[in-house]
């Protein structure tokens, strides 16, 4: 059994739950990306995103710097 230390309270987690979100993917997410060479605050900025269907303008272009900067 793995046990991940998600940075978050009881509160903050289940805060994030009702808003439809899932922490565990998020930094599941956000780890890949730093190994991927994205700087830990960005990734952090963007993996609560990437699993939205509806993106701002300003997330959109988040995402794309980031996927460009992963993918090379």
Not at 1 to 22: C, F, K, P, T, V
């Amino acid at each position: 059994m793995l046990i991940l230390n998600l940075g978050l309270s009881d509160e903050e987690y289940l805060q994030q739950i009702a808003e439809g979100r899932d922490p565990v993917q998020e930094y599941i997410c956000e780890q890949n990306l730093i190994r991927a060479g994205v700087p830990p605050e960005t990734a952090h900025e963007v993996a609560p995103i990437f699993k939205k269907s509806n993106h701002s303008s300003d997330e959109e272009a988040l995402v794309k710097r980031v996927w460009k900067r992963v993918l090379g």
